[in-house]
């Protein structure tokens, strides 16, 4: 990046800012981020496409660490947190503040340059930049609740020529009809490469929920490039993991994390997650590719290259949501190009970059089998015996939290009594399961990080259990009320069964309607029983309530299909500053939507009943602490290097202890690791840390005002070298609550410095 001399830096800082738009036109440009490059911004959500969160500079060493200070904040002006990862590109930084606005600030002062107002449902985590080769044409491209969009990086304003009138529907294209699908989604920005940008999605983990498709957009024209079908059709590879229809009906399957790129050698690798749905398969027996695969892709085409699954069937919401990282490590005296991945159950898989060959052994062992009906686990799973695991797998009771109180603990050692715990235990409907770790637990999204070139993979983990116990998925009828089911079969009586049958089922002209609150939202039914269809007539004296009870006695959901839209508190407004534009490209409504799939398609074969179960995580601190730990792993010898607690821990504290670290202290935390040899993390109770990442040591901490639920960033800029981490979220009730100190900072980007 081009240094400018001190009195021109002086001068630009002064002018206004047509001024410094034209500055940025005339800067020469970064250098474009490869594996090996030193990057001095950071222009995607992990500081490269390889998502390694490496960070090339000299300015903050070892020895230097301990003098960072706070070198400026912009405030947020919420009352609300985000987990937005700032980018930056040249002398701008991107975030979001001010109510879900994107802000561009200098990232040298934190002066706002333009707001774009409003973008309600704005990438929870990030957003991606690319400029084209001449730097003429430069993007900002995110997603706006299931719309694809891209901004022009220096005017703030959206790009109308982006897709079709500004947006891409990110819910097209999936083989449903698209109003059925709610959420598409991703928390997580993408990762954009040459002209494509490669987008996973979230679209949730109930049944029937849509498929996650791998996509690829050209970021000029928003065209579709490529597919890859998470959930094989008829003659792909693997669609014979599957029962023959399951494309039809399951979903999930889904990259909702980080997606990598080796840039050098256009390969994306991808961390997919659980299909749906995660605790119950028996409507799709088989190994389920590419549910809970790391696949690796020719990312100009889409194309596979190799796949590895590391949980056949999951029963256990066992994702893959970290990202993986792309090494060099040495074997048999030879560097060889390697792909680690770290998971949710505490297994760290490594292997050949290229072909997907395992660096270190992996064997399949037995595990117990599914006693559900029509459930068919799968009969092995896959273990690395070399490289060591980083959780526990099972709970015993003399692993229970000794801070409980009393009568928690022997409440707790019944329940373990009697209980199943143990590593891919399946779930059931006669008894608790505790896994170990549960669905929070292990490694998750944000928490790895690496040196490439040293083959060093640094992760954050939590020990956090789930109690799981199955039980059948009622219908909608099931769930009424004696009254309400009276009601309905009242007015069904009296208005609906001279023409449509004693069953419903339909005569003459007049259609089955034993499923049709299924069919229609509640909004439509309603329109069509008040006001008629065709030759049925209308019912007007029929109240809302009667209206409810028979649109669920029919099939209907009592409840509001998952959707995006803004909080309540985050009603439209126009903050304060240089607003350019506000809500993004307009998006145009569904006509004649149609409800969310709740129900298998005819005539698919598929299991007599569903069942479902929570999350079980109401106890996080079930177990005694270390909950929470730091770890370096050496993937040349496949050992862990170090490890330190992290998080802290306001009980924990109280008693002396700081070696606990926190409930759930790893969840939403990140990490930069320099190539000083410092590695930065964040951990639970506003704790900010610096490490040598060759052996642990702790070389600096701080607690920061507010809590920090986002990836830090780094960049470097006229000679200084920054570090930037959100810290808006509010504190848990077991951590200290810094926000209410004197000298608070108030929440907002946390900008440090050394002196």
Same mark, same amino acid.
């Given at each position: 990046m081009k240094k400018f001399p001190a009195k021109m830096t002086c001068a630009i800082l002064a002018l206004s800012t047509l001024f410094i738009y034209a500055s940025f036109t005339t800067?020469?440009?970064?250098?474009?981020?490869?594996?090996?490059?030193? /990057? !001095?911004?950071?222009?995607?959500?992990?500081?490269? &496409?390889?998502?390694?969160?490496?960070?090339?500079?000299?300015?903050?060493?070892?020895?230097?660490?301990?003098?960072?200070?706070?070198?400026?904040?912009?405030?947020?002006?919420?009352?609300?947190?985000?987990?937005?990862?700032?980018?930056?590109?040249?002398?701008?930084?991107? /975030?979001?503040?001010?109510?879900?606005?994107?802000?561009?600030?200098?990232?040298?002062?934190?002066?706002?340059?333009?707001?774009?107002?409003?973008?309600?449902?704005?990438?929870?985590?990030g957003m991606n930049y690319w400029e084209s080769k001449d730097r003429k044409d430069r993007r900002l491209l995110f997603t706006l609740n299931n719309t694809l969009q891209a901004i022009d990086a220096l005017t703030g304003k959206s790009v109308m020529t982006f897709g079709k009138d500004g947006y891409v529907d990110m819910r097209e294209g999936l083989g449903r009809v698209p109003s059925t699908i709610r959420r598409m989604q991703s928390m997580m920005p993408g990762v954009v490469f040459e002209d494509l940008i490669i987008m996973g999605s979230a679209p949730g983990e109930g049944y029937f929920s849509a498929p996650g498709d791998v996509r690829a957009y050209n970021v000029v024209t928003g065209k579709l490039a490529w597919t890859f079908h998470t959930i094989p059709r008829p003659g792909e590879f693997g669609y014979d993991t599957w029962p023959k229809d399951a494309y039809k009906y399951v979903g999930g399957t889904n990259v909702w994390s980080e997606i990598s790129i080796d840039a050098a050698r256009g390969i994306a690798y991808l961390p997919i997650g659980s299909p749906t749905y995660d605790f119950y398969g028996a409507d799709r027996t088989g190994t389920n590719l590419f549910g809970n695969c790391l696949v690796a892709l020719n990312a100009r085409t889409g194309k596979r290259i190799w796949h590895f699954q590391t949980v056949h069937h999951d029963l256990w919401d066992y994702d893959l949501s970290s990202a993986p990282q792309l090494i060099t490590v040495k074997k048999e005296g030879k560097n060889v190009d390697a792909v680690a991945v770290a998971t949710k159950h505490g297994f760290m898989f490594v292997f050949d970059r290229l072909n997907g060959k395992p660096i270190? &052994?992996?064997?399949?062992?037995?595990?117990?089998?599914?006693?559900?009906?029509?459930?068919?686990?799968?009969?092995?799973?896959?273990?690395?015996?070399?490289?060591?695991?980083?959780?526990?797998?099972?709970?015993?009771?003399?692993?229970?939290?000794?801070?409980?109180? %009393?009568?928690?603990?022997?409440?707790?050692?019944?329940?373990?009594?009697?209980?199943?715990? #143990?590593?891919?235990? &399946?779930?059931?409907?006669?008894? %608790?399961?505790? =896994?170990?770790?549960?669905?929070?637990?292990?490694?998750?999204?944000?928490?790895?990080?690496?040196?490439?070139?040293? #083959?060093?993979?640094?992760?954050?983990?939590?020990?956090?259990? !789930?109690?799981? +116990?199955?039980?059948?998925?009622?219908?909608?009828? %099931?769930?009424?009320?004696?009254?309400?089911?009276?009601?309905?079969?009242?007015?069904?009586?009296?208005? $609906?069964?001279? $023409?449509?049958?004693?069953?419903?089922?339909?005569?003459g002209i007049a259609p089955s309607i034993v499923t049709s609150g299924q069919r229609m939202s509640f909004e439509e039914f309603k329109t069509v029983l008040s006001v008629g269809r065709g030759q049925m007539p209308g019912f007007a004296h029929i109240d809302e309530q009667r209206m409810i009870a028979v649109h669920r006695y029919l099939g209907g959901s009592p409840l509001p299909r998952a959707g995006f839209g803004p909080r309540r508190s985050q009603a439209s407004r126009t903050p304060e500053g240089p607003v350019v534009a506000s809500g993004g490209a307009p998006v145009k409504p569904d006509v004649d939507p149609v409800p969310a799939m709740n129900d298998y398609p005819k005539p698919v074969p598929h299991p007599a009943s569903r069942y479902t179960t929570d999350y079980g995580t109401a106890w996080p601190n079930l177990l005694g602490?270390?909950?929470?730990?730091?770890?370096?792993?050496?993937?040349?010898?496949?050992?862990?290097?170090?490890?330190?607690?992290?998080?802290?821990?306001?009980?924990?504290? =109280?008693?002396?202890?700081?070696?606990?670290?926190?409930?759930? #202290?790893?969840?939403?935390? #990140?990490?930069?690791?320099? !190539?000083?040899?410092?590695?930065? $993390?964040?951990? +639970?109770?506003? +704790?900010?840390?610096?490490?040598?990442?060759?052996?642990?040591?702790?070389?600096?901490?701080?607690?920061?005002?507010?809590?920090?639920?986002?990836?830090?960033?780094?960049?470097?800029?006229?000679?200084?070298?920054?570090?930037? /981490?959100?810290?808006?979220?509010?504190?848990?009730?077991?951590?200290?609550?810094?926000?209410? +100190? =004197?000298?608070?900072? &108030?929440?907002?980007?946390? /900008?440090?410095?050394?002196?």
């Open positions: 800067n020469t440009p970064d250098k474009i981020y490869s594996n090996s490059d030193s /990057v !001095s911004t950071w222009r995607q959500y992990g500081g490269g &496409p390889d998502q390694s969160k490496y960070f090339s500079a000299s300015h903050i060493t070892k020895e230097n660490v301990s003098q960072l200070k706070v070198a400026w904040v912009y405030p947020t002006a919420d009352s609300f947190p985000n987990f937005f990862s700032p980018i930056v590109v040249d002398t701008i930084m991107y /975030v979001m503040a001010k109510n879900s606005s994107l802000v561009a600030v200098n990232a040298q002062t934190g002066k706002e340059i333009w707001i774009h107002a409003n973008l309600q449902g704005l990438t929870r985590r270190f &052994p992996i064997e399949e062992k037995p595990f117990p089998a599914s006693q559900m009906p029509g459930e068919k686990s799968w009969p092995t799973q896959p273990i690395p015996t070399v490289v060591p695991d980083f959780t526990r797998h099972a709970v015993t009771k003399e692993m229970l939290n000794p801070y409980l109180p %009393e009568d928690e603990k022997q409440k707790w050692y019944k329940r373990i009594a009697a209980a199943k715990s #143990g590593l891919f235990m &399946p779930l059931s409907d006669k008894y %608790e399961t505790i =896994a170990l770790p549960g669905a929070l637990g292990g490694v998750n999204f944000g928490n790895t990080a690496s040196n490439p070139g040293k #083959g060093m993979v640094y992760i954050l983990t939590q020990e956090y259990p !789930s109690v799981y +116990k199955l039980e059948k998925v009622k219908s909608a009828r %099931e769930l009424m009320s004696k009254d309400e089911v009276e009601r309905a079969k009242s007015i069904l009586s009296t208005s $609906c069964r001279s $023409c449509h049958g004693d069953n419903l089922t339909g005569r602490p270390t909950w929470a730990w730091v770890m370096a792993y050496d993937l040349n010898s496949g050992t862990v290097k170090w490890k330190q607690p992290l998080g802290e821990d306001s009980a924990a504290m =109280a008693r002396g202890d700081k070696t606990s670290g926190a409930v759930n #202290g790893s969840q939403r935390k #990140g990490m930069i690791v320099t !190539s000083t040899g410092v590695l930065f $993390c964040n951990g +639970k109770g506003g +704790k900010l840390y610096a490490y040598d990442a060759d052996n642990g040591k702790l070389l600096w901490e701080t607690t920061l005002s507010n809590e920090s639920n986002a990836q830090p960033i780094m960049y470097e800029l006229n000679g200084k070298q920054f570090l930037v /981490v959100n810290s808006t979220a509010g504190f848990s009730r077991d951590s200290y609550d810094h926000s209410k +100190k =004197a000298g608070a900072l &108030p929440r907002g980007y946390v /900008v440090y410095s050394l002196p």
